[in-house]
C-alpha cells in the first residue's frame, strides 16, 4: 500500500528526514517512533502531502503522490482518515455535524450520511454525545470524535499523528483499544507516538526514527 523510496526532507540546512525506505501492507498496524525531532511527524505529513519530499518517491497505492498536483491532494485525502494531537474539530458545531463534515460534499444522500455518521459514532463509543458540542466533552471524547470523523468514508488508511500526546493514559488505552478495533476491520493504521507505554502493550510492527533516519524495523516489538 505504502512505499517511501529514498525518501529526503530538508528544511534550509536541517535534515528532517534522511534517505528513508519503507513499505507498508495493506491491512497493517505499524508505531512510528522516535525522539522530538527524530522526524516522525514529517514522516506523516509526507503521507497525506501537507509535505512534498526534498528527493524521493511517497507512493500509496502505486501513484507517488510526492508529484501529486495540488488540485487533487483533497481526492488522495479522501481515501484516507487523518488523527492529530489536538483533535482540529469545530467548535461551533455538534459532534454529529463534525462527523458528517467530511462526506457531505460527497453527493451522497442525507439517509446515507446518518447512517454512517451514527456507524461511526458506535464505533467509538459516543453515539450518546451526537448533539453535544467538543467543548462539552473530555479530552479523550474529543479524540474519538476525530477517530469517527477519520473512518465515516471507510478509508483504507488512517494515519493518527501522536493521537494520545494529550490524553492520560486511562484515555490514551482506550484510544489505541478503539485504533486496534478498526485495524482488525482491514484498514492499515499508522500511527506516530512517543507513548512507549502503548508500544510495549500493543506490540505491533515498531519503526524508529532518529536524527531523521530509520534505525529499526520490527514486528511485535517493543518501544526499546
Do not use: W
Not at 491491512?27 to 522526524?39: C, K, P, Q, Y
Not at 526534498?54 to 488540485?71: D, K, M, Q, R, W
Not at 467543548?135 to 477517530?147: H, P
Amino acid at each position: 500500500m505504502i512505499q517511501l523510496r529514498a525518501v529526503t526532507k530538508k528544511y534550509k540546512n536541517n535534515y528532517a528526514l534522511k534517505n528513508v525506505n519503507l513499505d507498508i501492507k495493506s491491512g497493517e498496524f505499524v508505531f512510528i517512533t522516535g525522539a522530538s525531532g527524530a522526524g516522525k511527524s514529517t514522516l506523516m505529513k509526507l503521507l497525506y502531502k501537507e509535505e512534498t519530499p526534498t528527493s524521493g518517491t511517497v507512493l500509496i497505492g502505486g501513484i507517488n503522490i510526492a508529484n501529486l498536483p495540488s488540485n487533487k491532494v483533497p481526492n488522495l485525502r479522501r481515501c484516507m482518515g487523518i488523527v492529530f494531537q489536538d483533535y482540529k474539530l469545530l467548535s461551533n458545531m455538534s459532534v454529529y455535524d463534525n462527523v458528517a463534515y467530511v462526506i457531505r460534499t460527497l453527493g451522497i444522500s442525507n439517509k446515507e450520511i446518518r447512517t454512517r455518521v451514527i456507524g461511526a459514532l458506535k464505533i467509538v463509543g459516543l453515539l450518546e454525545k451526537r448533539n453535544s458540542k467538543p467543548t462539552e466533552l473530555s479530552g479523550g471524547e474529543q479524540q474519538r470524535v476525530s477517530i469517527a470523523r477519520a473512518i465515516v468514508n471507510g478509508p483504507p488508511l488512517l494515519i493518527a499523528d501522536e493521537p494520545t500526546g494529550n490524553l492520560d493514559p486511562q484515555n490514551s488505552m482506550e484510544i489505541m483499544k478503539i485504533l486496534d478495533q478498526i485495524n482488525q476491520k482491514g484498514i492499515t493504521i499508522i500511527v506516530s507516538t512517543h507513548d512507549k507505554s502503548m508500544v510495549n502493550y500493543f506490540r505491533k510492527r515498531v519503526i524508529t526514527l532518529d536524527g531523521g533516519e530509520k534505525i529499526r524495523d520490527e514486528e511485535e516489538a517493543t518501544y526499546e
